[in-house]
């Protein structure tokens, strides 16, 4: 998208603090003969660019820049490398996702039956320390790709494995749980034990748990896991933060935290090894007999105890957000989503199938009409940010009748709302987003053909609803402000692969034939405001735009040097991006072997 000149006002004050930073003394660091985006107001690209005390002082050519270069400057030659703001990651679950990386994990891999057992009793042989008692957790599970296309999972599938442990599978969507016997017996799962609010325990045509567990149904279970000990949560943020390195990651939310994940942070912002700035939303939930003023109460006193106040050079902790669920997921097999018209059922057979409108439309929405406005505004008059879980058609609709109703008080001008997913949103919702200055935040990679949005998703809403899911450039030809977050660990942490998708809508070469092709006939969205939406997008959802999400004078020194263009190769080798170097502040926090 071309972006419009700024005024002539307004480019004379930035030439003016330009030429202040510039004429003091020498840059730090000094990069040269580059390909610079800026993701500034005209996306514009440069040379050069300038650091001092951790910011950037100069962007400009490279003829500019060597007044700035003294005899203690480090001068990095980028050989026409691109460099770029640093990727700011809108939603993600980054100590879920360290944990995972030292669990037994199915890798997000689609599985028969018999690879998923094959693959848990192998984890189960390794363990040979733990008892008949403890838990065997078992994590990303590609619940929506398991072969063939259909098939149930269900305690049974679990008990054919030889141990006497409980085990538990986790989803990697995060919405559901698979128990073994064992597992549902040690949960205390009865034919009579009631469905939680906001969850749903499956059960056969007899009335049993069939072991899985659906939303806050899950918590049967999970209540019971034995908790990360102190010194498993630092090495799970420790292998969340290197993750991050590699990718590029210089910002991140944590959408649903708890302090004992603050506290791990905490403890390695405090030893100097934060290496990405971090902001966390805490759990708004009203379903334990919490009222929004006694939840919000309950926020503030997190937000004293770890915000660490306003931004600044060094990586820190912000605690400016508010999670709240609405809905659970659109796909097969959770049907969670809340969805404004019924999903499909197959009447027919599976030969000659006939898809009609089923009994229901997903679950009553989490919050209330009633309990969701008044949370919105005990959240706006705390001065914190609310970010919306929403995946149905219905779940965005109340989400953005709430924040209408919100924009009409004093306190609810100045709130900046994001709603995380809208995997399906009813078209006559596109344009409130921009009308009601909403920023969707959008994973890009869940727009390909795969399990969970072809097998999963397509029979269900039926021809006219599927052909908008995953509606990324409709909410921007609308004028929404599109973020983007990878909710990782629901998929593996590949921002590369997200942003290829996001231009796209394709899968990977390799995804297997019935994948192949775009996902619906929906276009891409254009490569210059995929950047935008994780880097200056992003940082306005956090309120970050003045420090950082673009490459200008002033701005925090946050930044990443790129081994390819991402404008000039194909689209799909996006996918292939590799980040050579990544700054945070103006320090390296990670290089690669191949950045000379």
């Given at each position: 998208?071309?972006?419009?000149?700024?005024p002539?006002?307004?480019i004379?004050t930035?030439?003016?603090?330009?030429?202040?930073?510039a004429?003091?003394?020498?840059?730090?660091?000094?990069?040269?003969?580059g390909y610079v985006?800026?993701?500034?107001?005209?996306?514009?690209?440069?040379?050069?660019l300038a650091v001092?005390?951790?910011?950037i002082v100069?962007?400009?050519d490279?003829?500019?820049?060597?007044?700035?270069?003294?005899k203690?400057?480090?001068?990095?030659?980028l050989?026409?490398?691109m460099l770029?703001?640093?990727?700011?990651?809108?939603?993600?679950?980054?100590q879920?996702?360290g944990?995972?990386l030292?669990?037994?994990?199915?890798?997000y891999?689609?599985?028969t039956?018999?690879q998923?057992?094959s693959?848990?009793?192998?984890c189960?042989?390794?363990?040979?320390?733990?008892?008949?008692?403890?838990?065997?957790?078992?994590v990303n599970?590609?619940q929506?790709g398991m072969?063939?296309?259909?098939?149930?999972?269900?305690a049974a599938?679990?008990?054919?494995?030889?141990?006497?442990?409980?085990?538990?599978?986790?989803?990697?969507?995060?919405?559901?749980?698979?128990?073994?016997t064992?597992?549902?017996?040690?949960?205390?799962?009865?034919?009579?034990?009631?469905?939680p609010?906001g969850?749903?325990?499956?059960r056969?045509?007899?009335?049993?748990?069939?072991?899985?567990l659906?939303?806050?149904?899950?918590?049967?279970?999970?209540?019971?896991?034995?908790p990360?000990?102190?010194a498993?949560?630092?090495?799970?943020?420790?292998?969340a933060l290197?993750?991050?390195?590699q990718q590029g990651?210089t910002t991140?939310?944590?959408?649903?935290?708890?302090?004992?994940?603050?506290?791990?942070?905490?403890?390695?912002?405090k030893?100097?090894?934060?290496?990405?700035?971090?902001?966390?939303?805490?759990?708004?939930?009203?379903?334990?007999?919490?009222t929004?003023?006694?939840a919000?109460?309950?926020l503030?006193?997190?937000?004293k105890?770890f915000?660490?106040?306003?931004?600044r050079?060094a990586p820190?902790m912000?605690?400016?957000?508010?999670?709240?669920f609405?809905d659970?997921v659109?796909s097969?097999?959770?049907?969670?989503g809340?969805?404004?018209e019924?999903?499909?059922?197959?009447?027919?057979?599976?030969?000659k199938?006939?898809?009609?409108?089923?009994p229901h439309n997903?679950?009553?929405?989490?919050?209330t009409?009633e309990?969701?406005?008044?949370t919105l505004?005990?959240?706006?008059r705390a001065?914190?940010d609310p970010?919306?879980h929403v995946?149905?058609?219905?779940?965005v609709?109340?989400s953005?009748d709430?924040?209408e109703d919100?924009?009409?008080t004093p306190?609810?001008?100045?709130?900046r709302?994001?709603?995380?997913?809208d995997?399906?949103?009813?078209?006559?919702?596109?344009?409130r987003f921009?009308?009601?200055?909403?920023?969707?935040?959008?994973?890009?990679?869940?727009?390909?053909?795969a399990?969970?949005?072809?097998?999963?998703?397509?029979?269900?809403?039926?021809p006219?609803?599927y052909a908008?899911v995953?509606?990324?450039?409709?909410?921007?030809?609308?004028?929404?402000?599109?973020?983007?977050?990878?909710?990782?660990?629901?998929d593996p942490?590949?921002?590369?692969f997200?942003?290829?998708?996001?231009v796209t809508?394709?899968a990977?070469?390799?995804a297997?034939?019935e994948?192949?092709?775009?996902?619906?006939?929906?276009?891409?969205m254009?490569?210059?405001?995929?950047?935008?939406?994780?880097?200056?997008?992003?940082?306005?959802?956090?309120?970050?735009e003045?420090?950082?999400?673009?490459?200008?004078?002033?701005?925090l020194a946050?930044?990443i040097?790129?081994?390819?263009?991402?404008f000039?190769?194909?689209?799909?080798?996006i996918?292939n991006i590799?980040?050579?170097l990544?700054?945070?502040?103006g320090?390296?926090?990670?290089q690669?072997?191949?950045?000379?």
């Open positions: 998208m071309i972006r419009t000149g700024l002539a006002a307004l004379l930035l030439s003016l603090i330009t030429t202040a930073y004429a003091d003394k020498p840059a730090d660091t000094v990069y040269r003969n985006y800026t993701v500034d107001a005209k996306d514009s690209v440069q040379q050069a001092r005390g951790g910011r100069y962007v400009g490279n003829d500019g820049v060597k007044a700035l270069t003294g203690k400057t480090e001068v990095i030659d050989q026409g490398r770029m703001p640093g990727l700011i990651d809108g939603h993600m679950h980054p879920s996702g944990s995972r030292l669990n037994c994990s199915l890798n891999e689609p599985l039956v018999a998923f057992q693959r848990i009793q192998t189960l042989d390794r363990d040979k320390k733990s008892g008949p008692e403890r838990w065997m957790i078992v599970w590609f929506q072969l063939p296309d259909g098939v149930d999972t269900t599938t679990l008990d054919a494995l030889k141990t006497d442990r409980p085990i538990i599978v986790r989803s990697s969507f995060g919405h559901s749980a698979l128990l073994n064992k597992g549902v017996q040690t949960a205390k799962i009865t034919r009579d034990t009631p469905d609010a969850g749903k325990i499956t056969d045509a007899k009335g049993n748990a069939t072991g899985l659906e939303d806050a149904a899950q918590d049967l279970a999970m209540n019971l896991l034995p990360l000990t102190v498993e949560n630092l090495a799970a943020s420790k292998a290197a993750a991050m390195r990651i991140f939310l944590d959408a649903y935290t708890d302090p004992e994940t603050m506290t791990a942070f905490t403890d390695l912002q030893q100097g090894k934060l290496t990405a700035r971090a902001h966390f939303a805490v759990l708004i939930d009203l379903d334990k007999g919490a929004p003023q006694s919000v109460a309950e503030l006193k997190q937000q105890q915000d660490q106040g306003p931004t050079v820190s912000q605690v400016r957000h508010a999670k709240l609405m659970g659109i097969a097999p959770a049907f969670t809340a969805m404004i019924p999903y499909l059922t197959n009447k027919g057979t599976p030969e199938p006939d898809w009609q409108p089923g997903g679950p009553p929405s989490y919050f009409p309990a969701l406005r008044t505004k005990e959240l706006a001065h914190i970010h919306i995946d149905g058609d219905r779940a609709r109340e953005l709430a924040i919100l924009r009409a306190e609810g001008k100045r709130v709302p994001a709603l995380a997913h995997e399906i949103v009813d078209p006559a919702d596109y344009p921009a009308q009601l200055d909403v920023t969707p935040v959008l994973s890009f990679q869940w727009a390909k053909p399990p969970d949005t072809v097998g999963a998703l397509k029979d269900y809403m039926g006219r609803r908008v995953e509606p990324q450039a409709l909410l921007l030809n609308a004028g929404a402000r599109i973020a983007y977050g990878s909710d990782w660990p629901v942490l590949d921002e590369w997200a942003l290829k998708v996001g809508r394709t990977a070469p390799d297997g034939k994948y192949a092709g775009r996902l619906t006939a929906q276009p891409g254009p490569r210059a405001e995929v950047l935008r939406a994780i880097t200056l997008n992003a940082a306005y959802t956090l309120r970050q003045k420090d950082s999400g673009s490459l200008e004078v002033g701005k946050d930044m040097v790129l081994d390819r263009n991402f000039t190769i194909p689209a799909e080798d996918a590799k980040v050579l990544t700054v945070v502040g320090k390296i926090v990670y690669s072997k191949f950045m000379r």
